[in-house]
């Protein structure tokens, strides 16, 4: 295996072409985009690849619209390749015409007749936490946040495999009085929780502070309330912060949605209440309030504003509580699944050049 941070030797014979999506439509959000990008900075900062080696495949149209903003916004050199409408026969054409020979899908759920073609076109596949039956089909399947339906001997599952940001600090202590709660809720609050949490939090004492990461979207959604709260020096609202984790350090208490940003905080240490936007997150929900982690709000149909507040008064009164899932979280959740996913794609590539070359 590679070491991490040693320089290895490029070959322009590999091409990647990553697919993602990021929307509003159905279980999307804007995970699967930031992970990816997240995974071609570490590629290309470890020297796997250049930017001319790399295609990055998107849909774009009503229920996709977030994908090409945050591609955009990376200010990397890579090639791009957007397209609509849902036809699996455009999609492969598109994928074959880019001639990449390894192809990673961070999707919900690949297309499993797309995936059985790809792979008698020969192309190496590689999956993230794809629910899909076309799951068997991936070389390699990277299971980090969900229970596939199916999977084979190349699998790599567990939370070690996390792809989370590596700029997460843990926290040094818990501290005995609570003074800073971080709200964070996802790139796509499809359940308008910032809106029901400024509402639930306005009325609580003055002496705590609220600090809200929130996409520039949520923010124009939610000015438009009719409350003094955006001149209350206790709420603060930062619009894609790009010191998130200098925020998320500095919680007390976190009020997080069930995605990546959930263990985000829980690699931090930082104990929270958590509330799904997608039906699916409810699974390591679950798993991580087993644990003693987080507490989960499990309710898809309504949130119940005296359970949030319930849940606060008990975390912020009980320090004890804090202290262990401070611990708990530390234990079990940790930033190095990127690297760990690096040394994989290391792998992958000599696999692939040995192919290539025959």
């Known amino acids: 295996m590679v070491t991490v941070g040693k320089k290895i030797k490029l070959d322009n014979n590999i091409k990647l072409l990553f697919r993602c999506d990021a929307g509003t439509k159905l279980d999307l959000g804007t995970g699967h985009v930031v992970r990816v990008i997240r995974l071609i900075e570490k590629l290309l900062t470890q020297r796997l690849l250049k930017e001319k080696q790399i295609y990055i495949m998107y849909r774009h149209e009503k229920g996709f619209e977030l994908a090409k903003s945050l591609i955009n916004k990376s ?28 192809i990673v899908f961070d999707v919900l759920e690949a297309n499993k007749n797309l995936l059985l073609n790809l792979k008698k076109a020969k192309r190496y596949l590689i999956g993230f936490d794809d629910v899909g039956l076309g799951a068997r089909y991936y070389d390699n399947h990277i299971i980090s946040l969900i229970e596939p339906k199916v999977h084979n001997n190349n699998s790599y599952i567990g939370y070690k495999y996390l792809n989370l940001s590596e700029t997460i600090k843990k926290k040094t202590y818990t501290r005995k009085n609570v003074k800073n709660i971080v709200i964070s809720v996802g790139g796509n609050d499809k359940r308008q929780l910032v809106k029901l949490l400024i509402l639930v939090l ?55 949605s069930g995605g990546l940003t959930l263990f985000e905080f829980a690699s931090a240490g930082v104990p929270t209440i958590c509330i799904p936007q997608h039906k699916h997150q409810l699974i390591n929900i679950v798993k991580l309030e087993k644990k003693n982690i ?65």
């Open 75 to 102: 200010n990397y050199n890579f090639k791009k390749i957007e397209f609509k409408a849902n036809k699996i026969k455009v999609e492969e054409e598109l994928i074959l015409k880019s001639n990449a020979n390894l």
């Open 202 to 256: 306005k009325s609580n004492s003055n002496k705590l502070n609220y600090s809200f990461i929130i996409s520039k979207e949520t923010y124009l959604k939610v000015k438009k309330i009719k409350t003094k709260i955006f001149n209350n020096k206790n709420f603060i609202f930062h619009v894609n912060p790009k010191n998130y984790s200098e925020i998320v350090a500095s919680a007390d208490i976190g009020i997080v």
């Open 294 to 358: 987080t507490i989960g709000l499990k309710n898809m149909v309504k949130v119940d504003k005296l359970e949030i507040k319930k849940h606060i008064d008990y975390l912020r009164y009980n320090y004890i509580a804090r202290k262990k899932m401070y611990s708990n979280s530390i234990k079990y959740i940790d930033v190095k699944g990127l690297k760990r996913i690096n040394k994989i794609f290391y792998e992958v590539k000599k696999i692939v050049l040995k192919n290539f070359n025959k």
